[in-house]
């Protein structure tokens, strides 16, 4: 593989777009809008779950190979970069004759989104290295209690580390992207015209991106739970709470978070040089 990327003859017409962030970041409800835009196109009705990319692929194992929500980005299988023996051109175009049916090709600018996009960043550039990205974070127990329920009677624990351990591989990798923008789910539901503006001048679009279309849910339900944690009659669920402040309180400065009063929002972390 050259410097340049292996992708030759696999969407160098278009302008590809990945969007990435965990499950219950906003992914879906982020790609969807941008979708509605004249100059481009997204999946739709692919029948796959919420028309992801991972799910209509053989390139590359879906996030459910290493554990699925709330787990995949434990798993060290999951960080793809371009050392990986699925670097290739030949993959390269592969992926994109099998999302190609799924695209309205003759629109310039093509998304497709799926969660471990977040750890696979530096995998994807190599196979397209005009390809930009487009993140979406949100709050890591926010995140953590709205995908315990798919995690079989696992505790907090699990997806709060997962949030770290995604977030951690994604700022590392970050420094090798040419194209990236971060755009917080918070700030997002606070000022949609605003954040969905920055999103379309990174990508070049003409005109505004439909703040209209943008349908997302607030997070007041998920930190008056954590609030509540707190006062638990149920000893374990305090101690669990309790812990997980002082596991990740610190680490969660860094990226703008407070851990015990969620409705602090800080920017996100400059980019370091790679």
């Known amino acids: 593989m050259t410097a340049e990327g292996p992708c030759a003859g696999s969407g160098e017409d278009h302008k ?54 709330g787990r995949f980005a434990l798993d060290p299988r999951a960080h793809l970069t371009e050392a990986s023996p699925l670097a290739t051109g030949a993959n390269a175009a592969r992926l994109f004759d099998q999302w190609r049916p799924h695209w309205d090709t003759s629109r310039q600018v093509l998304v497709e989104k799926s969660p471990p996009n977040l750890v696979m960043t530096r995998f994807l550039q190599a196979l397209y290295p005009q390809a930009y990205f487009v993140v979406i974070v949100r709050h890591p127990v926010v995140v953590a209690l709205s995908t315990e329920k798919w995690l079989h009677g696992r505790s907090l624990r699990t997806p709060m580390a997962n949030w770290f351990a995604a977030h951690d591989t994604f700022c590392a990798d970050a420094a090798w992207l040419r194209r ?15 954040e969905l503006d ?63 009063d969620l409705d602090v929002l800080g920017p996100w972390p400059a980019r370091r040089a790679a």
């Open 16 to 69: 590809l777009v990945f969007v990435g962030g965990l499950h219950r970041s906003g992914t879906t409800p982020l790609a969807r809008v941008l979708a509605e835009h004249p100059q481009v196109s997204g999946f739709a009705g692919t029948t796959a779950t919420e028309d992801e990319g991972q799910h209509l692929q053989d390139v590359y194992p879906a996030a459910r190979v290493y554990g699925g929500a």
């Open 180 to 194: 990236l923008h971060v755009v917080k789910y918070e700030s997002l539901v606070a000022d949609p015209q605003a």
């Open 198 to 260: 920055a999103v379309g001048s990174f990508l070049g679009l003409v005109g505004p991106v439909p703040a209209g279309s943008w349908q997302a849910g607030r997070s007041g339900a998920y930190e008056d739970s954590w609030r509540q944690l707190a006062a638990d009659r149920r000893p374990w669920k305090r101690m669990v709470r309790a812990s997980l402040v002082r596991t990740y309180a610190e680490r969660a400065r860094p990226y703008g978070y407070d851990i015990e």
